[in-house]
């Protein structure tokens, strides 16, 4: 998303932790060495083999006997952290090799790991995609045009779109609910404050837009830089602000009585849940693994988002088991 929320479009957010470190699975991998151990014995001594009895795969990434290891990690905020355990284990529980890092970074370090291979999935959202790899590019409120526009931008660096869900976590121009406005061109008339997180004051579907005289032309009171997350809440609630940029399944929305603005001018880009895969990876598994992640993507709603962050950004619980109690409840695990 342009938007300012960690899976943002930019990219930015503040760290939160949601989950407690955790180790790459290895639960297939080690199965898979006991059978490579047997069928060494029957190989060439001087040539090690992998579990397909064929040669190490060249990237360096452990080849189980369906494929590789599909390495996955979540952005360094509780949605991604969950959206990307939802992933995993779903394809870890299919008899997938299975490989999910502890959430580390945004999107920019996202979308640079799976172009240099040291990722092979990443789950992002479809507006901050197109923002990310064609940050002056017009984006579009419409999702069928934004997937148009970044489905050859990662096909450039070696990485395939796959089905978008119908969840949705968009970008959220956010006030307190006796603010006397409902779109953001209200927001003119009014001397507000204006908070949000870094890189919003430097993208065009933010900060920038909002401020463009051929977009919304607003001239605010005054800006105040906040980390992304639980902080713009707090501002808003104190009265530091009378505004900020937040991402529309933050639960504390609805709880702290605090209202979304209708983005009139369509500013905001369109931003289902997307998952990209890298097309060496998904290629070597075939139409199993493409088959089984559109499965899921379709499953999961906006409601889903909501509930899951409740979890864990309001009753403080850890990524992984929210995730695994989401998929055993849907039949998923």
Request: glycine share 10%; hydrophobic share 40%; aromatic share 6%.
């Amino acid at each position: 998303m342009t938007s300012t929320h960690g899976r943002t479009a930019t990219g930015d957010v503040t760290p939160v932790t949601t989950g407690r470190p955790r180790r790459a699975r290895r639960a297939v991998v080690v199965a898979l060495a006991a059978g490579a151990l047997l069928a060494a014995g029957c190989g060439d001594a001087d040539e090690p083999t992998d579990a397909t009895g064929d040669e190490p795969a060249a990237d360096g990434g452990e080849e189980s006997a369906g494929g590789p290891t599909i390495r996955l990690r979540g952005q360094d905020f509780s949605e991604s952290v969950t959206l990307h355990e939802v992933y995993g284990q779903f394809l870890e529980a299919r008899g997938f090799d299975v490989e999910i890092d502890t959430a580390a970074g945004f999107r920019t370090e996202a979308i640079g790991d799976l172009e240099a291979g040291d990722l092979d999935l990443i789950i992002d959202y479809a507006g901050g995609s197109q923002t990310e790899l064609a940050p002056d590019e017009e984006t579009s409120s419409d999702i069928d045009e934004v997937i148009a526009a970044i489905t050859p931008l990662y096909e450039d660096i070696g990485a395939t779109v796959l089905e978008i869900s119908p969840a949705i976590d968009g970008d959220a121009f956010v006030v307190r609910g006796d603010a006397d406005a409902e779109t953001i061109s209200d927001v003119a008339e009014l001397d507000f404050v204006f908070g949000a997180s870094a890189q919003c004051f430097e993208r065009p579907q933010c900060f920038l837009g909002y401020t463009d005289p051929d977009v919304y032309g607003i001239e605010f009171a005054d800006t105040v830089t906040i980390e992304f997350g639980p902080l713009l809440g707090s501002a808003l609630s104190n009265e530091e602000v009378d505004a900020v940029v937040w991402n529309t399944t933050a639960p504390q929305i609805e709880a702290d009585g605090f209202k979304i603005l209708e983005d009139d001018l369509d500013l905001h880009p369109a931003q289902n849940v997307v998952p990209v895969i890298r097309t060496e990876v998904l290629d070597a598994y075939g139409d199993d693994l493409s088959a089984a992640i559109d499965e899921l993507s379709a499953a999961i709603a906006t409601e889903d988002l909501i509930d899951w962050n409740i979890e864990t950004d309001i009753e403080n619980r850890e990524s992984d088991d929210v995730a695994s109690e989401w998929l055993e409840a849907e039949g998923l695990l």
